[in-house]
């Protein structure tokens, strides 16, 4: 069954970087786009970044120079970089697939910015 598993969340300050991890199986992850969103508390959760099976990536205009996502074929994992942190990027970072006709998500990861 395709299972994703994020990690790397946390508390940092303002300014600051993290490295969130989305480890991917159940499905043919060289394959599939892959894509981040976030939720933040009262609001719905949105589109942060995406990355083609070939390596072309999008990204919401919130983020656009200071994040940046990867993946790495091999391990089946996809990255998102995050630095120049503000705190209005708090929320729960989610990875997301689409395989066949279904949405899958992991559980989520929380980043916390304090200012």
């Known amino acids: 069954q395709v299972q994703l598993v994020e990690s790397g969340g946390g508390l940092v300050q303002a300014g600051g970087s993290l490295r969130l991890s989305c480890a991917a199986s159940?499905?043919?992850?060289?394959?599939?786009?892959m894509g981040w969103y976030r939720q933040a508390p009262g609001n719905q959760r949105e589109l942060v970044a995406n990355?083609?099976?070939?390596?072309?990536?999008n990204y919401a205009d919130s983020v656009k120079g200071r994040f940046t996502t990867s993946r790495g074929n091999a391990r089946n994992t996809v990255f998102l970089q995050m630095n120049r942190l503000r705190p209005e990027d708090t929320a729960v970072y989610y990875c997301?697939?689409?395989?066949?006709?279904?949405?899958?998500w992991g559980q989520g990861t929380q980043v916390t910015v304090s200012s």
């Open positions: 997301n697939v689409r395989w066949g006709v279904n949405d899958y």
């Open positions: 159940g499905f043919i992850f060289s394959m599939n786009n």
């Open positions: 990355i083609t099976s070939d390596g072309n990536t």
